[in-house]
């Protein structure tokens, strides 16, 4: 295993390309932290990792704007991160969004770093 130090980028980072991502469709970006969801004419950002069990909620399903999570089937409003199941035992973190031209730009916090069993410091292996 090889150590990286994780830190969380201050203000907002390009994290994908408008172009990228289809209507109705996620992107699993920032190592595998953060999902970008397209819902209509807006791009949503959102915790990875399933507060249940850890799951990659990205790899889910997306109904609208509600996110299914692919191990256990929790549910969430991409909009607010809002649990909907009982088995999204938590929220999950969302994160602000900008588009500039075509690029999709994300400003993160330390909740990206402390989702869902995920505990990770600043020099954590990865």
């Known amino acids: 295993m090889s150590r ?3 830190s969380v980028p201050v203000g907002f980072i390009k994290v994908a390309e408008v172009s990228d991502i289809e ?3 996620m992107k699993v970006v920032f190592n595998d932290l953060v999902v970008i969801a397209h ?4 791009f949503y950002a959102f915790g990875n990792v399933c507060p249940h069990v850890g799951g990659p909620v990205g790899e889910g399903l997306l109904d609208d704007c509600i996110v299914e999570c692919p191990w256990h089937a929790g549910q969430w409003d991409v909009r607010t991160g809002r ?3 009982i088995l999204a035992t938590k929220d ?3 994160f602000d969004v900008r588009i500039t031209g075509d690029d999709i730009e994300v400003s993160l916090d330390e909740r990206v770093l402390t989702q869902g069993s995920l505990a990770l410091s600043r020099d954590s292996t990865l």
């Open 4 to 6: 990286v130090t994780v």
């Open 39 to 42: 819902v209509g004419d807006q």
């Open 23 to 25: 209507d109705g469709d």
């Open 92 to 94: 999950l973190p969302v």
């Open 83 to 85: 649990a909907l199941t």
